[in-house]
């Protein structure tokens, strides 16, 4: 997301404008020397939520120009490591590069994966088995109208067969710049989500859902019966974009059911590769978002 208005320039064009339509050429997936083991067993659930913007790398500089050029094609391998030293469960997308690529990180961290189509794709990875998966999930009978113009960058639904039980987790990259669109987001998202919130699931809804705590659509997701990780368990101010500098809350991990009563913490990772270093100008971080961890024992 853009942090200027909503005239804002659409992320298609800057990825285009700075040679994203190359990604399938550029980020082709690195041999595998090693994958990365998940644990075998584990007292917590441990996701993480991120927009990797496309592997791009954050922010293109005249200082880092050269070095952030070189290291493009090492960003899918240093995001898989660098999320790794999380022993994450589950980790969603936003703005994922080609699917072969999202396999490739997949791979590395020795987990399963599904990917979501969309404007900016989305995707699931996780050391559970996926027995479902589902792009743009709507609610029966929906009218094609209903959502025409909806959904322009990704949502999406997967079921994992975790070692308690089924878990559903629902990925999503909302609308930017209209908060009109998001409104309608929200109603469709819900009305999809009925079924699974009405019988208790556990559910996990997470990604970069474009608003912030003080917005209109953050109400409707409390009034719907979900919780807001960082806001229960979380520290200080839980913002996660710029990776230069934070200044908004738009990346959420939101839990329903009876997993949200098992949440003992939320943080966002404003650390290591996820961020930049303000004294070296040549520095980058991994894409202009920070990822959000969620823990629930």
């Known amino acids: 997301m853009s942090l200027s208005n909503p005239s804002h320039i659409d992320r298609r064009q800057f990825l285009v404008a700075t040679g994203g339509t190359a990604l399938a050429s550029t980020l082709r997936p690195m041999p595998i020397a090693s994958a990365i083991v998940p644990r075998l067993s584990t007292t917590a659930l441990r996701t993480i939520t991120y ?23 090492q960003i899918p391998a ?30 590395r961290m020795g987990m399963n994966h599904t990917y ?40 999406g639904r997967a079921v994992l067969k975790t070692d308690d039980d089924d878990l559903v987790v629902y990925s999503v990259h909302m609308h930017p710049g209209q ?14 989500m009925d079924a699974d919130l009405t019988s208790n699931r556990s559910i996990i809804l997470q ?9 209109p659509e953050y109400q409707r ?24 500098e934070p200044r908004k809350k738009i990346d959420y991990v939101w839990a329903h059911g009876p997993l949200a009563d098992r949440l003992t913490e939320c943080s966002v990772l404003f650390e290591g590769d996820f961020r930049t270093n303000p004294q070296d100008p ?8 920070i990822p959000v961890l969620a823990v629930f024992e």
């Open 51 to 73: 927009n990797i913007l496309a592997c791009r790398g954050f922010k293109l500089t005249d200082d880092n120009r050269a070095i952030l050029s070189k290291a493009r094609k």
């Open 78 to 107: 240093r995001i898989a490591l660098e999320l790794a030293l999380y022993e994450p469960d589950i980790v969603t997308f936003q703005e994922s590069p080609a699917k072969s690529v999202v396999a490739d990180i997949a791979n």
């Open 116 to 155: 979501f189509r969309g404007g900016f794709p989305g995707a699931v990875i996780s050391r559970f088995e996926i027995t479902e998966s589902t792009n743009k999930p709507l609610a029966p009978g929906t009218d094609p109208d209903d959502v025409k113009g909806l959904f322009t960058r990704h949502w």
């Open 179 to 192: 908060p009109d669109i998001r409104e309608k987001e929200v109603t469709q998202m819900l009305a999809a």
């Open 207 to 215: 990604g970069d859902l474009n608003h912030t705590p003080d917005g």
């Open 221 to 244: 997701w409390v009034e719907a019966g979900l919780r807001d990780a960082f806001a229960a368990k979380g520290t200080g101010d839980g913002f996660s974009i710029p990776s230069t």
């Open 282 to 289: 040549k520095s980058f971080a991994l894409s202009d978002h």
